[in-house]
């Protein structure tokens, strides 16, 4: 049985097809995985682990709190840290809670190259004894502008512009 030249062009055609599947396979599975960037943003208690956070605090008087973030974004970031003093409650309907009202008590910036951490004590002082939040809103390259006022009427919105936040419930006497 003869071959006809259109079936030699195909099989030539589909064996270069395989061994180029088999080339980009191998090209393939010998690159790195792509991880999404993020940035990793937490706080300590005072022995440097995840545990005895400050809860009670005397009004007006600073306690330490150890914040930590940690820049996986594959590129040099600038962090702003807005620190606040928030009245919350609790909405048993949606069991989630709301934001009252907000009052800065202070602000951080780092900068940290790509796989760089940054460890530093805070202290927290809170003068206003109605509130029992602190929240630690973490922006990347700068915090918003004007469409997101940082005397918002509740503070929620500020909250929700954050790119990542943590926050500490506290009893201040």
């Given at each position: 049985?003869a ?7 195909l099989?030539?055609?589909?064996l ?5 599947a ?7 599975s ?6 999404e ?24 008087q600073?306690?330490?709190?150890i914040?930590g973030i ?6 040099p ?8 003093a ?6 048993a ?7 009252d ?11 940290l ?8 004590p ?16 973490l922006f ?5 502008g004007?469409?997101?006022p ?15 936040n ?8």
């Amino acid at each position: 049985m003869a071959t006809s030249g259109l079936d030699k062009l195909l099989s030539w055609v589909l064996l270069i097809a395989v061994v180029a599947a088999i080339g980009l396979t191998v090209v393939l599975s010998q690159l790195p995985p792509r991880e999404e960037p993020f940035t990793e943003f937490y706080l300590l208690g005072n022995d440097g682990i995840a545990e005895d956070y400050l809860f009670d605090l005397r009004a007006g008087q600073g306690q330490p709190v150890i914040m930590g973030i940690t820049n996986h974004e594959g590129a040099p970031t600038s962090y702003v840290v807005e620190i606040w003093a928030a009245h919350e409650t609790i909405v048993a309907s949606t069991n989630r809670t709301h934001v009252d009202s907000m009052s800065q008590i202070g602000t951080v910036h780092v900068d940290l190259l790509e796989g760089q951490t940054y460890e530093q004590p805070y202290a927290v002082t809170v003068s206003d004894k109605g509130a029992n939040k602190v929240e630690y809103l973490l922006f990347k390259s700068g915090v918003p502008g004007a469409d997101v006022p940082p005397a918002s009427v509740t503070g929620q919105d500020r909250v929700d512009a954050a790119y990542r936040n943590v926050n500490l419930w506290i009893a201040v006497n």
